[in-house]
């Protein structure tokens, strides 16, 4: 059982791609986290609850002037209390309702990658985003990732290095298994 914690490192491209436990709102040194958000941009359970309330009140504000946002669509905001210099928020489908699934959670990584491009950002952290609240089964959700990523991550002029941050050792194993088909 002891493997299934053991955190992962691969390279797709120039593109550096970890895969660990952890916490999103414990990621010192890396430029940007991901915010599983709702379309109101607004404190809720599950990451934006826990990203809301380390980041502090003043997120929120920043938040409410960029809402409300639509799924697939993704915005940047500062990151506050938070260790790092930006959250970027993206809404995921909500598995079962905004359809096509697939596509929509395609275009959240894809607004993400787009973004730390423009913003000139190197590292970021990303949890499982529609997996949670939203109900999408993580063993298709990685299926969605691991694609977009293979097809995102050539000819990147900033990101350096995308971290996905799994929050049981369940998902961590989904995820280190289909990345190690590589
Ligand atoms: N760090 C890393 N991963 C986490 C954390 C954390 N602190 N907390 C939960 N996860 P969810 P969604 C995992 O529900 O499905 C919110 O209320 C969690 O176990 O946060 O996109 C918003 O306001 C799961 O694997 O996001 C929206 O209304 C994954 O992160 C709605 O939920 C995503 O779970 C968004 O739902």
């Known amino acids: 059982m002891l ?3 053991i955190a992962m490192k691969l390279k797709i491209y120039d593109l550096e791609i970890d895969i660990e436990k952890g916490n999103i709102t ?3 040194g890396i430029d940007a986290v991901v ?11 599950g990451v934006a609850g826990a990203i809301h309330n380390a ?11 960029k809402a409300p946002i639509a799924p697939g669509e993704a915005v940047i905001t500062k990151a506050y209390n938070l260790p790092n210099k930006f959250v970027i928020h993206t809404l995921g489908p909500i598995y ?18 787009r973004l730390s491009e423009k913003h ?12 949670g609240i939203f109900g999408y089964p993580v063993i298709d959700a990685v299926e969605v990732v691991f694609n977009t ?4 991550a050539k000819g990147l002029k900033h990101l350096q290095s995308l971290k ?3 929050f049981s050792n369940e998902d961590l194993k989904i995820y280190k298994d289909r990345f190690a088909e590589i």
């Open 149 to 152: 990523i293979l097809t995102e």
């Open 96 to 113: 079962g309702k905004d359809k096509p699934e697939d596509k929509i959670l395609k275009q959240c990584y894809q607004n993400i990658i």
């Open 3 to 5: 493997k299934n914690i």
């Open 164 to 166: 996905f941050v799994l």
């Open 120 to 131: 000139q950002i190197r590292s970021v952290a990303i949890p499982a985003i529609s997996t």
């Open 55 to 65: 980041a502090g009140k003043d997120l929120y504000e920043e938040c409410k002037s």
């Open 35 to 45: 915010n599983a958000a709702n379309a109101q941009l607004a404190p809720g359970g």
């Open 26 to 28: 414990d990621q010192p």
